[in-house]
């Protein structure tokens, strides 16, 4: 896979910073922010209104929150391999699902997927699996350490457009077209984790934002602010990351 890179004068621009004592954060397409603390999720707005919150202790600490669906957000406790569903309020809809009870005890991690489905890595089989709203298996890729001949532990996985994108802190960013079949590996290092919106992938390496156009795999790198540390996203033409009790907006200069 051979990437193109594109070279640009842009560069970061401080725009403001709001308190947060959160160590991880998830952004929504409409523009919420959801501070992650352990067990609980508070909701909020880019200039630090308080919106909703969530505190559930029954299941030990936060795994994953997904705002594939902003209306319809899910959490994954990994450990006790539960789902709970919420709704825009934060609000827990209906009974937790207990993926051991549904035969899915041996999830690692899970992702949104369109027409409320979800994706998942079932790392005894090796498999991607597509399961709908009842946890019903839609459609597996196989074992895919065999196929790929490595042995894998996705960290991530998500959706965007024609394309499922599972990352590997390993390997790289495996991607896979929306019926579980394997396409490429981006080899890329990585630092925490990845975004990816509208096809776009978005990393952290070396000092600087890494941005791969997958279609036709063009990128191009930008140097991060200077002190830049923390959990990041990346949206809007802006960057937002946590450090020292602030969550900070830096804005991508024209």
Not at 37 to 43: A, G, V
Not at 129 to 148: A, E, H, P, W, Y
Request: charge should be negative; aromatic fraction near 14%.
């Amino acid at each position: 896979m051979i990437l193109v890179q594109l070279l640009y004068l842009l560069s970061f621009l401080f725009d403001h910073s709001i308190p947060c004592q959160a160590s991880t954060f998830e952004t929504d397409e409409i523009g919420n922010i959801y501070l992650i603390q352990e067990r609980s999720i508070e909701k909020i707005d880019t200039k630090g209104n308080f919106l909703f919150k969530n505190s559930n202790l029954d299941y030990g600490n936060i795994t994953h929150l997904d705002l594939t669906n902003p209306f319809q957000p899910f959490v994954f406790y990994q450990e006790q391999g539960k789902v709970i569903i919420l709704d825009n309020t934060l609000s827990q809809q209906g009974a937790p699902i207990d993926l051991f009870e549904k035969g899915l005890g041996n999830i690692e991690c899970m992702g949104g997927a369109r027409g409320d489905a979800f994706w998942l890595w079932d790392i005894n089989q090796s498999e991607l699996k597509k399961v709908d709203r009842q946890f019903n298996i839609q459609l597996t890729t196989g074992n895919l350490s065999m196929l790929l001949n490595k042995e894998l532990h996705f960290s991530q996985i998500q959706e965007s457009g024609n394309f499922i994108y599972a990352a590997d802190p390993a390997h790289g960013i495996f991607v896979f077209d929306i019926y579980g079949n394997y396409k490429s590996l981006l080899p890329v290092t990585y630092e925490g984790k990845i975004v990816v919106r509208d096809d776009r992938i978005y990393y952290i390496s070396n000092g600087q934002l890494n941005i791969i156009q997958y279609l036709n795999l063009e990128s191009l790198s930008i140097a991060l602010p200077v002190g830049f540390k923390g959990d990041w996203d990346f949206r809007n033409r802006t960057l937002e990351y946590i450090s020292d009790g602030q969550l900070h907006f830096y804005r991508l200069s024209e």
